[in-house]
């Protein structure tokens, strides 16, 4: 029944290593998100993908890419991870645009040694 | 199962009108509450609520907390129109995996 499931809740990985976040929402949105929450709690809205089109990508390193295999589905993948990469990151979808509302997964927690 | 929420879902109201919106919250090992600002863009952080009974105000908006009866509420007086916008709940757990529960939202339509 999950409506936005994020793949895995936790990791925990050293510097310098790739890793990906699955991402998958069963709503039938057309949009979906992916944030990173800093310390202070704020969301930090990194990318937007419409129908597996790219229509929001903020100001983020080269070393993270989404990729959207279909409208359910939005993973992200980093490379060469770094220190300042540790947050949680969320994941959301939406009906139609941003301003519609969101629906958040339930985040994940990078830890990077 | 964890759960977050809101109520009511959508509002509408008039300038210069008060309002209050609801937050309860079913979760296991709570951490803190926090609520959100979406309008345009990626929600805007507002309040992080830990403790029951302490008000927290900035300008206009004002949150509490209330662990006993596991429920939030957020007010907003005199409301303009620059305050529409959904407003969303979110639970923070207390576990490494660092979980947290957002709620449906609120939609706040505020008309001149």
């Known amino acids: 029944d999950t409506a936005v499931s994020q793949t895995p809740k936790y990791l925990v990985t050293q510097m310098g290593n790739d890793k990906s976040i699955k991402c998958e929402q069963n709503?039938?949105?057309?949009?979906m998100y992916w944030y990173k929450q800093d310390s202070k709690k704020f969301l930090k809205i990194m990318f937007s993908?419409?129908?597996?089109?790219?229509?929001i990508n903020e100001t983020v390193p080269n070393r993270f890419s989404p990729k959207s295999p279909d409208k359910a589905h939005l993973n992200l993948h980093i490379n060469s991870l770094e220190l300042g990469d540790s947050a949680v990151y969320f994941c959301?979808?939406?009906?139609?645009?941003?301003?519609?509302?969101?629906?958040f997964g339930p985040g994940t927690r990078l830890l990077v040694l | 199962e964890d759960k977050v929420v809101q109520s009511p879902l959508s509002l509408v109201v008039h300038e210069g009108d008060t309002v209050t919106l609801n937050c309860s919250y079913e979760?296991?090992?709570?951490?803190?509450l926090l609520w959100y600002k979406q309008e345009k863009k990626a929600p805007t952080f507002l309040f992080m609520l830990?403790?029951?009974?302490i008000e927290k105000k900035s300008g206009r908006l004002s949150s509490i907390l209330d662990k006993k009866e596991l429920f939030s509420i957020l007010n907003i007086t005199a409301t303009q129109t620059g305050d529409s916008a959904i407003y969303l709940c979110?639970?923070?757990?207390?576990?490494?995996?660092?979980?947290?529960?957002f709620g449906d939202g609120t939609t706040l339509t505020v008309k001149p």
């Open positions: 959301a979808s939406s009906q139609a645009g941003i301003q519609e509302t969101q629906y």
């Open positions: 709503l039938g949105h057309d949009t």
């Open positions: 979760v296991t090992n709570f951490r803190s």
């Open positions: 830990t403790s029951s009974g």
């Open positions: 979110a639970v923070e757990l207390n576990t490494n995996a660092g979980k947290s529960t």
């Open positions: 993908y419409n129908n597996k089109e790219l229509i």
